[in-house]
Protein backbone atom coordinates (compact mmCIF):
# COMPACT_ATOMS: atom_id res chain seq x y z
CA UNK A 1 0.00 0.00 0.00
CA UNK A 2 1.70 3.11 -1.19
CA UNK A 3 1.35 6.37 1.28
CA UNK A 4 -1.11 7.98 -1.27
CA UNK A 5 -3.58 4.74 -1.43
CA UNK A 6 -3.86 4.14 2.42
CA UNK A 7 -7.35 4.88 3.83
CA UNK A 8 -6.22 7.63 6.58
CA UNK A 9 -3.11 9.36 5.78
CA UNK A 10 -1.11 10.89 8.74
CA UNK A 11 1.38 12.99 6.25
CA UNK A 12 -1.52 14.64 4.99
CA UNK A 13 -3.01 15.89 8.18
CA UNK A 14 0.35 17.20 9.27
CA UNK A 15 0.50 19.05 5.68
CA UNK A 16 -3.11 20.42 6.75
CA UNK A 17 -2.19 21.28 10.29
CA UNK A 18 1.05 23.30 8.87
CA UNK A 19 0.35 24.67 6.26
CA UNK A 20 0.96 28.02 5.99
CA UNK A 21 4.25 27.13 7.32
CA UNK A 22 4.64 25.06 4.23
CA UNK A 23 3.57 27.42 2.16
CA UNK A 24 6.21 30.06 3.26
CA UNK A 25 8.69 26.90 3.03
CA UNK A 26 7.79 26.60 -0.96
CA UNK A 27 7.92 30.54 -1.40
CA UNK A 28 11.56 30.51 -0.32
CA UNK A 29 13.18 27.35 -2.17
CA UNK A 30 11.61 29.22 -5.15
CA UNK A 31 13.25 32.19 -4.01
CA UNK A 32 16.45 30.58 -3.21
CA UNK A 33 16.68 28.45 -5.93
CA UNK A 34 16.46 30.95 -8.44
CA UNK A 35 19.94 32.35 -10.45
CA UNK A 36 20.59 35.36 -12.32
CA UNK A 37 23.52 34.14 -14.43
CA UNK A 38 22.32 30.46 -14.51
CA UNK A 39 19.02 29.71 -16.00
CA UNK A 40 19.67 26.28 -16.05
CA UNK A 41 19.73 25.84 -12.18
CA UNK A 42 16.27 26.89 -11.63
CA UNK A 43 15.18 24.58 -14.79
CA UNK A 44 16.87 21.24 -12.96
CA UNK A 45 16.02 22.34 -9.60
CA UNK A 46 12.38 22.87 -10.65
CA UNK A 47 12.23 19.26 -12.22
CA UNK A 48 13.09 16.98 -8.77
CA UNK A 49 11.60 19.84 -6.52
CA UNK A 50 7.96 20.44 -8.32
CA UNK A 51 7.69 16.26 -8.94
CA UNK A 52 5.31 15.82 -6.43
CA UNK A 53 6.95 14.83 -3.57
CA UNK A 54 5.69 15.14 0.33
CA UNK A 55 8.03 17.36 2.10
CA UNK A 56 8.53 14.76 4.52
CA UNK A 57 11.60 16.16 5.81
CA UNK A 58 10.92 20.09 6.12
CA UNK A 59 7.61 18.75 7.73
CA UNK A 60 9.27 16.97 10.11
CA UNK A 61 11.17 20.61 10.83
CA UNK A 62 8.63 22.43 11.07
CA UNK A 63 6.31 19.53 13.15
CA UNK A 64 9.27 19.89 15.71
CA UNK A 65 9.81 23.37 16.18
CA UNK A 66 5.70 23.78 16.39
CA UNK A 67 5.67 20.57 19.35
CA UNK A 68 8.19 22.22 21.28
CA UNK A 69 6.38 25.63 20.98
CA UNK A 70 8.46 27.70 18.60
CA UNK A 71 6.90 31.04 17.41
CA UNK A 72 10.06 32.61 15.28
CA UNK A 73 10.63 32.32 11.59
CA UNK A 74 14.10 30.25 11.80
CA UNK A 75 11.73 26.87 11.21
CA UNK A 76 10.93 27.75 7.84
CA UNK A 77 14.11 29.05 6.50
CA UNK A 78 15.55 25.15 8.44
CA UNK A 79 12.75 23.50 6.50
CA UNK A 80 13.84 24.86 3.37
CA UNK A 81 17.81 24.13 4.14
CA UNK A 82 16.46 20.58 4.67
CA UNK A 83 14.81 19.89 1.47
CA UNK A 84 17.52 21.44 -0.57
CA UNK A 85 20.05 19.10 0.98
CA UNK A 86 17.57 16.51 0.16
CA UNK A 87 16.96 17.35 -3.05
CA UNK A 88 20.86 17.78 -3.72
CA UNK A 89 21.75 13.71 -2.85
CA UNK A 90 19.17 13.10 -5.11
CA UNK A 91 20.50 14.97 -8.20
CA UNK A 92 23.51 13.64 -6.96
CA UNK A 93 22.61 9.81 -6.45
CA UNK A 94 20.57 9.77 -9.80
CA UNK A 95 24.38 10.45 -11.75
CA UNK A 96 25.94 7.69 -9.31
CA UNK A 97 23.12 5.25 -9.90
CA UNK A 98 22.87 6.15 -13.63
CA UNK A 99 19.15 6.74 -13.11
CA UNK A 100 16.93 7.28 -15.60
CA UNK A 101 13.52 7.59 -13.34
CA UNK A 102 12.81 9.24 -10.29
CA UNK A 103 8.69 9.34 -8.99
CA UNK A 104 7.80 8.07 -12.49
CA UNK A 105 9.77 10.69 -14.03
CA UNK A 106 12.70 11.20 -15.99
CA UNK A 107 15.63 12.26 -14.15
CA UNK A 108 17.40 15.40 -14.10
CA UNK A 109 20.70 14.03 -15.57
CA UNK A 110 18.81 12.14 -18.48
CA UNK A 111 17.02 15.52 -19.32
CA UNK A 112 20.11 17.36 -19.25
CA UNK A 113 23.25 15.78 -18.28
CA UNK A 114 25.33 14.13 -15.58
CA UNK A 115 27.30 17.93 -15.38
CA UNK A 116 24.27 19.65 -14.94
CA UNK A 117 23.32 17.59 -12.15
CA UNK A 118 26.54 17.28 -10.29
CA UNK A 119 26.40 21.47 -10.53
CA UNK A 120 23.20 22.31 -9.65
CA UNK A 121 23.63 20.06 -6.77
CA UNK A 122 26.24 21.97 -5.51
CA UNK A 123 24.06 24.55 -6.11
CA UNK A 124 21.70 23.64 -3.98
CA UNK A 125 24.10 22.73 -0.87
CA UNK A 126 25.67 26.04 -1.24
CA UNK A 127 22.09 27.26 -0.88
CA UNK A 128 21.24 25.33 1.87
CA UNK A 129 24.24 26.76 4.18
CA UNK A 130 23.61 30.12 3.18
CA UNK A 131 19.99 29.45 4.82
CA UNK A 132 21.36 27.58 7.94
CA UNK A 133 23.75 30.87 8.76
CA UNK A 134 20.75 33.04 8.84
CA UNK A 135 19.62 31.38 11.71
CA UNK A 136 22.79 32.50 13.55
CA UNK A 137 23.04 29.28 15.50
CA UNK A 138 26.26 27.79 15.80
CA UNK A 139 24.46 24.69 16.61
CA UNK A 140 22.25 24.53 13.88
CA UNK A 141 24.95 24.77 11.63
CA UNK A 142 27.11 22.18 13.46
CA UNK A 143 23.95 19.43 13.33
CA UNK A 144 23.35 20.39 9.68
CA UNK A 145 26.91 20.08 8.40
CA UNK A 146 27.78 17.05 10.29
CA UNK A 147 24.56 15.72 8.55
CA UNK A 148 25.80 16.72 4.77
CA UNK A 149 28.82 14.90 5.79
CA UNK A 150 27.46 11.87 7.17
CA UNK A 151 25.22 11.48 4.17
CA UNK A 152 27.95 11.95 1.73
CA UNK A 153 30.45 9.56 3.84
CA UNK A 154 27.43 7.11 3.74
CA UNK A 155 27.04 7.35 -0.30
CA UNK A 156 30.52 6.56 -0.13
CA UNK A 157 30.49 3.66 1.28
CA UNK A 158 27.62 2.28 0.12
CA UNK A 159 30.16 2.07 -2.90
CA UNK A 160 32.38 0.11 -1.29
CA UNK A 161 29.52 -2.19 -0.09
CA UNK A 162 27.38 -2.68 -2.92
CA UNK A 163 27.98 -6.31 -4.58
CA UNK A 164 29.97 -7.32 -1.32
CA UNK A 165 28.12 -10.26 0.04
CA UNK A 166 30.49 -10.14 3.16
CA UNK A 167 29.20 -6.61 3.80
CA UNK A 168 27.38 -7.32 7.68
CA UNK A 169 23.71 -5.82 9.13
CA UNK A 170 25.52 -3.42 11.53
CA UNK A 171 27.43 -1.86 8.24
CA UNK A 172 24.16 -1.81 6.08
CA UNK A 173 22.40 0.13 9.04
CA UNK A 174 25.69 2.11 8.84
CA UNK A 175 25.06 2.66 5.19
CA UNK A 176 21.20 3.91 5.57
CA UNK A 177 21.88 6.22 8.79
CA UNK A 178 23.95 8.05 6.68
CA UNK A 179 22.11 7.81 3.04
CA UNK A 180 18.58 8.26 5.17
CA UNK A 181 18.16 8.19 8.75
CA UNK A 182 21.03 11.67 8.85
CA UNK A 183 18.62 13.92 7.22
CA UNK A 184 15.43 13.32 8.93
CA UNK A 185 17.40 13.03 12.63
CA UNK A 186 18.92 16.51 11.59
CA UNK A 187 15.83 17.81 10.74
CA UNK A 188 13.93 16.88 13.92
CA UNK A 189 16.44 17.86 15.96
CA UNK A 190 16.81 21.43 14.95
CA UNK A 191 13.30 22.31 14.99
CA UNK A 192 13.96 21.43 18.97
CA UNK A 193 17.16 23.35 19.06
CA UNK A 194 15.38 26.37 17.50
CA UNK A 195 12.84 26.13 19.61
CA UNK A 196 15.23 26.34 22.50
CA UNK A 197 13.47 22.71 24.27
CA UNK A 198 15.31 20.72 27.12
CA UNK A 199 18.36 18.81 26.22
CA UNK A 200 15.74 16.14 26.89
CA UNK A 201 13.41 16.70 24.36
CA UNK A 202 16.11 18.07 21.47
CA UNK A 203 17.82 14.22 22.34
CA UNK A 204 14.31 12.55 21.88
CA UNK A 205 13.38 14.11 18.45
CA UNK A 206 16.83 13.71 17.35
CA UNK A 207 15.88 9.72 18.08
CA UNK A 208 12.96 9.84 16.70
CA UNK A 209 14.30 10.85 13.55
CA UNK A 210 16.80 8.65 13.39
CA UNK A 211 14.65 5.15 13.72
CA UNK A 212 11.44 6.86 11.29
CA UNK A 213 14.97 7.41 8.83
CA UNK A 214 15.92 3.66 9.31
CA UNK A 215 12.72 2.08 9.27
CA UNK A 216 11.62 4.44 6.18
CA UNK A 217 15.30 2.59 4.41
CA UNK A 218 14.89 -0.97 5.28
CA UNK A 219 10.86 -0.74 4.11
CA UNK A 220 12.12 0.81 1.05
CA UNK A 221 14.87 -1.94 0.56
CA UNK A 222 11.65 -4.76 1.07
CA UNK A 223 9.60 -3.09 -1.16
CA UNK A 224 12.08 -3.69 -3.84
CA UNK A 225 11.39 -7.17 -3.18
CA UNK A 226 7.63 -7.16 -2.72
CA UNK A 227 6.12 -4.14 -3.60
CA UNK A 228 3.57 -2.46 -6.32
CA UNK A 229 5.84 -0.60 -9.06
CA UNK A 230 2.69 1.71 -9.64
CA UNK A 231 2.59 2.66 -5.77
CA UNK A 232 6.57 2.71 -5.43
CA UNK A 233 7.63 4.38 -8.07
CA UNK A 234 10.48 1.60 -8.60
CA UNK A 235 10.26 -1.88 -10.42
CA UNK A 236 9.98 -4.86 -8.43
CA UNK A 237 13.79 -6.56 -8.27
CA UNK A 238 15.82 -2.75 -9.00
CA UNK A 239 17.82 -3.20 -6.16
CA UNK A 240 18.32 -6.86 -7.67
CA UNK A 241 19.13 -5.57 -11.18
CA UNK A 242 21.50 -3.42 -9.70
CA UNK A 243 23.39 -5.89 -7.51
CA UNK A 244 22.75 -4.02 -4.35
CA UNK A 245 22.78 -6.03 -0.71
CA UNK A 246 20.63 -5.12 0.88
CA UNK A 247 18.73 -6.23 4.53
CA UNK A 248 16.73 -8.97 2.86
CA UNK A 249 19.47 -10.02 0.43
CA UNK A 250 21.62 -10.22 4.20
CA UNK A 251 19.26 -12.07 5.97
CA UNK A 252 19.07 -14.75 3.18
CA UNK A 253 22.72 -15.50 3.20
CA UNK A 254 22.93 -15.47 6.88
CA UNK A 255 20.91 -19.04 5.97
CA UNK A 256 22.12 -20.05 2.88
CA UNK A 257 23.22 -23.31 1.60
CA UNK A 258 26.34 -23.53 -0.80
CA UNK A 259 23.73 -23.93 -3.85
CA UNK A 260 22.09 -20.39 -2.68
CA UNK A 261 25.75 -18.85 -1.47
CA UNK A 262 26.71 -19.96 -5.35
CA UNK A 263 23.43 -17.86 -6.52
CA UNK A 264 24.49 -14.89 -4.88
CA UNK A 265 28.33 -14.73 -5.70
CA UNK A 266 27.35 -15.32 -9.14
CA UNK A 267 23.91 -12.50 -9.64
CA UNK A 268 25.05 -10.05 -7.34
CA UNK A 269 29.27 -9.99 -6.60
CA UNK A 270 29.65 -11.56 -10.23
CA UNK A 271 26.76 -9.67 -11.94
CA UNK A 272 25.66 -12.81 -14.27
CA UNK A 273 22.50 -12.67 -14.12
CA UNK A 274 20.12 -15.16 -16.80
CA UNK A 275 16.56 -15.14 -17.36
CA UNK A 276 14.24 -16.52 -14.00
CA UNK A 277 16.82 -15.37 -11.45
CA UNK A 278 14.99 -12.66 -10.02
CA UNK A 279 12.12 -15.34 -9.03
CA UNK A 280 14.63 -17.77 -7.43
CA UNK A 281 15.75 -14.40 -5.55
CA UNK A 282 12.39 -13.76 -4.49
CA UNK A 283 11.57 -17.63 -3.72
CA UNK A 284 15.28 -17.62 -1.60
CA UNK A 285 14.22 -14.69 0.19
CA UNK A 286 10.14 -16.32 1.14
CA UNK A 287 11.66 -19.76 2.05
CA UNK A 288 14.51 -18.62 4.14
CA UNK A 289 11.96 -16.01 5.83
CA UNK A 290 13.98 -13.06 4.68
CA UNK A 291 11.21 -10.97 3.90
CA UNK A 292 9.74 -11.61 7.08
CA UNK A 293 12.66 -11.00 9.04
CA UNK A 294 13.51 -7.76 7.61
CA UNK A 295 9.57 -6.35 7.99
CA UNK A 296 9.96 -7.56 11.62
CA UNK A 297 13.54 -5.13 11.88
CA UNK A 298 11.68 -2.44 10.52
CA UNK A 299 8.40 -2.45 12.71
CA UNK A 300 10.71 -2.68 15.59
CA UNK A 301 12.67 0.47 14.35
CA UNK A 302 9.01 1.78 14.24
CA UNK A 303 8.41 0.59 17.78
CA UNK A 304 11.55 2.74 18.66
CA UNK A 305 10.82 5.94 17.26
CA UNK A 306 7.23 5.93 18.85
CA UNK A 307 9.10 5.24 22.09
CA UNK A 308 11.15 8.54 21.57
CA UNK A 309 8.26 10.54 21.50
CA UNK A 310 7.29 9.95 25.13
CA UNK A 311 9.06 12.34 26.70
CA UNK A 312 7.60 15.26 24.05
CA UNK A 313 4.90 17.72 25.20
CA UNK A 314 1.31 16.64 24.65
CA UNK A 315 0.36 18.20 21.64
CA UNK A 316 -1.62 17.43 18.54
CA UNK A 317 1.65 16.93 16.10
CA UNK A 318 3.02 14.75 18.35
CA UNK A 319 -0.05 12.28 17.68
CA UNK A 320 0.91 13.38 14.26
CA UNK A 321 4.11 12.27 14.51
CA UNK A 322 3.70 9.17 16.46
CA UNK A 323 0.54 8.02 13.31
CA UNK A 324 3.19 9.02 10.67
CA UNK A 325 5.87 6.04 12.33
CA UNK A 326 2.80 3.72 12.09
CA UNK A 327 2.56 5.01 8.75
CA UNK A 328 5.73 4.40 7.14
CA UNK A 329 5.56 0.64 7.41
CA UNK A 330 1.38 0.78 6.26
CA UNK A 331 3.27 0.74 2.80
CA UNK A 332 4.27 -2.72 3.48
CA UNK A 333 0.36 -4.48 4.01
Known amino acids: ?49 EAGGKRLRPMLTLAS ?5 Y ?40 LWDNKSSVLVGDYLFA ?37 DLATTEALYLQVVRG ?43 LLDYQGDAKATGKNVGDDFRERKVTLPVIRALAQADDDERAFWRRTIEKGDQQGGDLERALDILRTRGALDETR ?12 ALDVLPVHPVRDMLDALAGYVVARLT
Open 296 to 307: AAAMQWITDARA
Open 71 to 110: RGDHDVRLAATVEFIHTATLLHDDVVDESASRRGRPTANL
Open 65 to 69: ADLCG
Open 127 to 163: RAFQLMVETESLRVLDILSNAAATIAEGEVLQLSTAR
Open 1 to 49: MSLDEAATKPHEALAAHLAPRLDAVNTLIRARMASRHAPRIPEVTAHLI
Open 179 to 221: KTAALFSAATQVGGVIAAAPERQIAALYDYGDALGIAFQIVDD
